[in-house]
């Protein structure tokens, strides 16, 4: 069946070290993954998304890495700040398919 | 301005009651969507509707019917509510049916009692 799962619920992390958020997906034949970041109170906010034929992507303090091999994502958090806390999450998709599919979460607390 | 806005954002009623959650988007996407996040924040698909067609059906009571008047509105209409029916649910949209990056809005939280 169909999963997108994490290893960690949750992560903590001191203000000003960098973070990483991993995912485990299941299906091969996914095509895109996104990376949501859920604040309490608020619904999931768009943060970084990678396509099946590329193996890294940047953004502002982001990257994400994909590892085809091993069906393996991850979100790194460069310089990790207070704003950074809440919950993130990994999807995929395939491009044949409507549904986007959302792994289980893992949430980001910051240390001052 | 709200891309994506739902109401109401809090709901709270009795069991056996019906009940509906609206949502409005201004991003001029074509595809809307229902999901439904449970306690533990899990996220699951339940409608999505292109162009005011249905397009996504997941496996969800008859007792949750959605309705899109217009591309821009997706509403959902819960009959019978039942306490395992109480979540966070989402509404989202996205440029087309196949278009990668959904838009969340701020979720309703229903409670039923």
């Known amino acids: 069946g169909e999963s997108v799962g994490l290893h960690l619920p949750t992560l903590s992390v001191q203000e000003g070290d960098n973070s990483i958020i991993n995912c485990a997906y299941s299906n091969s034949a996914s095509d895109y993954f996104i990376w949501y970041k859920q604040e309490s109170g608020k619904g999931p906010q768009f943060i970084i998304d990678?396509?099946?034929?590329?193996d890294k992507r940047q953004g502002q303090r982001v990257t994400v890495l994909l590892n085809k091999t091993v069906k393996h994502l991850s979100l790194q958090i460069a310089a990790t700040q207070p704003g950074d806390s809440a919950v993130y999450f990994c999807?995929?998709?395939?491009?044949?398919?409507?549904?986007?599919?959302f792994g289980s979460g893992t949430r980001l607390l910051v240390r001052p | 301005d709200t891309a994506v806005s739902q109401t109401p954002k809090y709901l709270v009623t009795q069991m056996g009651n019906d009940k509906s959650i609206k949502c409005e988007q201004n991003l001029g996407h074509d595809t809307m969507y229902w999901y439904k996040q449970d306690s533990k924040k899990f996220l699951k698909i339940m409608f999505s509707y292109n162009n005011k067609e249905l397009i996504i059906n997941e496996t969800v009571p008859n007792r949750f019917s959605p309705k899109s008047p217009d591309k821009a509105h997706l509403n959902l209409h819960i009959n019978s509510l039942e306490l395992g029916d109480s979540a966070v649910y989402f509404c989202?949209?996205?440029?087309?049916?196949?278009?990668?990056?959904?838009?969340f809005g701020p979720g309703t939280r229903l409670t039923v009692l």
């Open positions: 999807a995929e998709k395939m491009d044949s398919s409507y549904k986007l599919i």
């Open positions: 990678i396509r099946s034929n590329m």
């Open positions: 989202a949209s996205s440029q087309g049916p196949t278009t990668d990056t959904q838009y």
